[in-house]
RNA sequence: CGCGGGGUAGAGCAGUCCGGUAGCUUGCCAGGCUCAUAACCUGAAGGUCGGAGGUUCAAAUCCUCCCCCCGCAA
């Protein structure tokens, strides 16, 4: 089939590259290169880094609003769509262009996390499972009916990280089914929808008042990125994991001892196992303790 | 020229401002103690202080250039 991809992140490249393995990608859309890393320089998305090893034209709009866009993209003349993490709201104009319409790659079991960061709220709110699920668009945000979809196990130990690559090679194996069969879509239960909002930087600050087991699910739920933090200070401290400790009377925030153990809200403490100083690599507890610890006592809640 | 931090024994760090050939923790090796140990004691090995120039009687430390890592920001 003739298919039209929109996409912008590696979760997304990966799965134009497994569409364009067995169908003709006439075209692929992502965001327009942006200011990025050291030198600000502008950098492509994985996508279009993507998209042009694979000899595929990108086109980067800044909206898909306009009737010259919208213009643009029918006259590609695509059997379908498959979108994954694009960035765009897509107007109906653009849904309606090919003839079967857009798929949607979308990282959870809807109708359960709709929205923009269904890994990591999937983690942050304890689930046990989370998956892919792939549903035909239509104008709502995520709550089109669904053609496939898989599940994976959320343990106590897994990170966005690992989440995000294992959800990733799912992706791939179901859109590569989907566009092969084309399932009917059935409709999304009318229960147990709930959205993933977007993450805010202002989360990832560590809030000592909640309780540790919170604290843990929120760290392993923004790692790698936006990454939990705490303030020690004017020191920025990233924290990659952390375990659950025994309880204390001590108020949240305080540092209990030498060795990285922190109260937190409900008389419970949380060791942080896994961390990383400014200006430093990332270091297990046990390496990092050899030269520097939080001083015992400081209140990280200040 | 977006802002900033850092590269010193295997690992993590101090020392750099106020030049005088390097120290701490841990690891490693040997020995001791112990029922035993990730515990304790004793001893030993291990570093061209990121690289190249320069200043100096003398440079980890001051000056110049280069390489690499990281944070912010997106």
């Known amino acids: 089939m003739k298919v039209v991809f929109m996409g912008t992140p590696v979760f997304a490249a990966e799965a134009l590259r497994a569409v364009a393995a067995e169908h003709e990608v ?4 992502t965001q327009p290169p942006r200011p990025a890393g050291k030198g600000y320089k502008l950098t492509p998305s994985p996508v279009q880094v ?16 306009t009737p010259e866009a ?36 979308h990282a959870s079991l809807l109708p359960r996390w709709r929205g923009a960061a269904p890994i990591q ?31 994976t196990p959320i343990t106590a130990t897994t990170t966005a990280a690992e989440l995000h690559d294992r ?13 092969n069969h084309l399932p009917q879509p059935i409709p999304q239960p009318a229960e147990g929808a709930t ?49 659950l400790a025994e309880p204390t009377t001590a108020p949240a925030g305080t540092v209990l001892d030498d060795t990285l153990r922190i109260a937190c809200g409900h008389g419970t403490s949380l060791r942080l196992t896994h961390l990383q100083r400014p200006g430093k690599k990332p270091l297990p507890a ?5 030269g520097w610890t939080l001083p015992k006592g400081t209140n990280l809640a200040v």
Not at 210 to 238: C, H, S
Request: aromatic share 6%.
């Open 121 to 151: 709220r999937a983690i942050q709110a304890g689930d046990t499972e989370t998956g892919i699920t792939i549903m035909q668009m239509d104008a709502g945000l995520d709550t089109g009916p669904m053609l496939l979809s898989e599940s």
């Open 286 to 290: 046990d390496e990092i303790l050899k």
């Open 70 to 105: 919208q213009a643009n993209f029918a006259a590609l003349q695509a059997d379908i769509g498959v979108v994954c993490a694009y960035g765009l709201i897509l107007p109906q104009a653009i849904l309606d262009a090919p003839a079967k319409g857009c798929l949607n790659i």
């Open 26 to 29: 006439v075209c692929v859309y």
């Open 50 to 65: 993507t998209a042009e090893e694979l000899g595929i034209p990108v086109r980067c709009p800044t909206t898909l609003r």
């Open 167 to 179: 959800l990733m090679t799912i992706g791939c194996r179901l859109i590569t089914q989907a566009l």
């Open 195 to 243: 959205y993933a909002a977007k993450l805010q930087k202002t989360e990832a600050l560590i809030d000592w008042a909640q309780p540790a087991e919170q604290i843990e699910r929120t760290i392993r739920a923004f790692n790698p990125v936006p990454t939990a933090y705490l303030m020690n200070g004017a020191e920025r401290i990233k924290v990659f994991a952390a375990e």
